[in-house]
């Protein structure tokens, strides 16, 4: 088996970037699943990286450099780990680990949620434009 067959990502960039100008561009196969919400809206799942974005901040706040040295690095890792471990024994005694989050956004999830679950009823009365608009309303932009 060939290194494309394997990495389709492979002869992806090679039919976009390299010297085949000629063929049209093509669409990556992982792309529409990797950034299609609808599975997460269904499911409930998060719809962005704002956790692992917020997490980041806040190491890189604590490590207090740009670019960490490997011992300074290791070390606030073995701290992270204790604070981690500590929030889970917490969780596991019935303590909150972290605050809720605001009711308006609960809400506005439920209501993505319920709409998103309708779809195949809008899909098969020909209706989505108005699923679309129905989305539309209820995505906050702030």
């Known amino acids: ?3 494309k067959d394997k990495f389709p990502n492979v002869k992806f960039h090679e039919n976009t970037f390299t010297n085949k100008f000629h063929e049209q561009p093509q669409v990556p196969p992982e792309q529409i699943a990797v950034w299609n919400q609808h599975d997460a809206t269904k ?3 998060h719809r962005t990286n704002n956790l ?3 997490w ?3 190491f890189r706040l604590v490590v207090a450099k740009h670019h960490p040295d490997l ?5 606030e890792f073995q701290k992270e780990q204790a604070d981690t471990e500590s929030l889970v024994e917490g969780f596991e005694l019935g303590r909150a680990v972290k605050a809720a989050p605001e009711s308006k956004w ?3 999830q439920k209501r993505l949620q319920t709409i998103t679950l309708a779809y195949p009823t809008y899909k098969e009365e020909d209706r ?3 699923f679309l608009r ?6 906050v932009i702030s």
């Open 43 to 45: 499911e409930g799942a």
């Open 1 to 3: 088996m060939s290194p």
């Open 71 to 75: 011992y300074s690095a290791l070390t």
């Open 134 to 139: 129905a989305l539309g309303h209820n995505i």
């Open 56 to 58: 980041h901040n806040r």
């Open 128 to 130: 989505v434009i108005p």
């Open 52 to 54: 692992s974005e917020d």
């Open 106 to 108: 609960v809400a506005t």
